[in-house]
T-cell receptor
């Protein structure tokens, strides 16, 4: 089946620290991979995506590389800010379909000044 | 640009009452999804539509839940009768053929007392 497993939170960091949130997936075929971010009181927003192996998605200083050999899509940021405090969701869509997105459980990130 | 409007933003109702949540996609889409988010269970897919036709409703928790999509610009999720365990944030989301990933609404926070 299709599933996403991401590291459990909460993750608490000081400002300017390095961030890694691990995400691994199980899927048939060649999925597209995503990271979504949810700020307090809001819906989910697309943060970045990668549609094929070895692609790197990036946005707002965040990066993730699609690793087919390890079935992973870890999220990284070199220097976090207080404004990055949010819940981060890893997700996949199977192949090129437009249908269902499979989400991980989410990881709460809190950044202290 | 694509967008999704949900109403109401907040709903407080008494147990046993009927609740109707609304979703209006602002622009064209191929799929429309209803999700429920709670601390205990995370994001749960309830039902999704393709071109206004329900494709998979296996996530709808009970017969008390029903969803309709009478046209491409409007969808409803109804709970009748409501129960305290239905308290959650309900999100509507859309996907479009020419872009990967979803666009989420801001959600409806439902509290059943």
């Amino acid at each position: 089946g299709n599933s996403v497993t991401q590291m459990e939170g909460p993750v608490t960091l000081s400002e300017e620290a390095f961030l890694t949130i691990n995400c691994t997936y199980t899927a048939t075929g060649y999925p597209s991979l995503f990271w979504y971010v949810q700020y307090p009181g809001e819906g989910l927003q697309l943060l970045l995506k990668a549609t094929k192996a070895d692609d790197k998605g990036s946005n707002k200083g965040f990066e993730a590389t699609y690793r087919k050999e390890t079935t992973s899509f870890h999220l990284e940021k070199g220097s976090v800010q207080v404004s990055d405090s949010a819940v981060y969701f890893c997700a996949l869509i199977r192949g090129s379909t437009l249908g269902r997105l499979y989400f991980g459980r989410g990881t709460q990130l809190t950044v202290w000044p | 640009d694509a967008g999704v409007i949900q109403s109401p933003r907040h709903e407080v109702t008494e147990m046993g009452q009927e609740v109707t949540l609304r979703c209006k996609p602002i622009s064209g889409h191929d799929y429309l999804f209803w999700y429920r988010q709670t601390m205990m269970r995370g994001l749960e897919l309830l039902i999704y539509f393709n071109n206004n036709v329900p494709i998979d409703d296996s996530g709808m928790p009970e017969d008390r839940f029903s969803a309709k999509m009478p046209n491409a610009s409007f969808s409803t999720l109804k709970i009748q009768p409501s129960e305290p365990r239905d308290s959650a944030v309900y999100f509507c989301a859309i996907s479009q053929r020419d872009r990967h990933g979803y666009t989420f609404g801001s959600g409806t926070r439902l509290t059943v007392v």
